[in-house]
């Protein structure tokens, strides 16, 4: 039947619990692709029969095209029908714990922790490989000028563990003032 708003031409019969037209086990929309190209389109589980209005009953050969699962992915990608950051079932992360990732000169193993995630994925963000589509992060924390910054202030401060250490303060009461683990307050007290 067709639909006159958007030139779709919808399927009546038997349907998957999706939405797509069936007719037997075939879908509905190959078989009207095939019988309008006259071509047997792909068959396995990488080929997909793609629809451009986005409408699964829909079996008006216009609206059809043959392609792989890839150029499905992509399409609906571009078309924002993808579950993506932090409405995908797996998010460990929201976009504003994104955007302070990027912001901020803590460490990498540190933010792992801190955010409960592994260190790849911290680099993956900050490098711009995981959650790209996120337009407004930050990218300044990890320019060479911010990050040099960070290391003098980070020398600074374990200096001064260091300097109490040979004050006469314990180690372990060190440790936990400054934060600092037990080997780099040696290090930095020139004890190890």
Known sequence: MPEPNSGCLLWLGGVTPRGYGKIGKEPAH????????GKRGPRGKTFHTLHKCDNPSCVEPTHLRFGTMSDNIKDAARKGRLSR???HYCAKLTAEQVREICAN????NEAARHYG????????????????WLKDKP????EPAVVKEAMEG???????????VRAGMSVREVVREFGFSHSAI???ARLQ
């Open 154 to 164: 980070y020398r600074a401060a374990i200096e001064m563990a260091g300097r109490a």
């Open 85 to 87: 950051g932090e409405r």
């Open 186 to 188: 040696c290090r930095a």
């Open 139 to 142: 990218t300044k924390a990890h």
């Open 117 to 132: 995630v592994s260190d790849r994925m911290i680099t993956k963000i900050r490098k711009g490989h995981s959650w790209s």
């Open 105 to 108: 000169a803590m460490g990498r």
């Open 30 to 37: 190959r078989a009207s692709l095939e019988h309008a190209t």
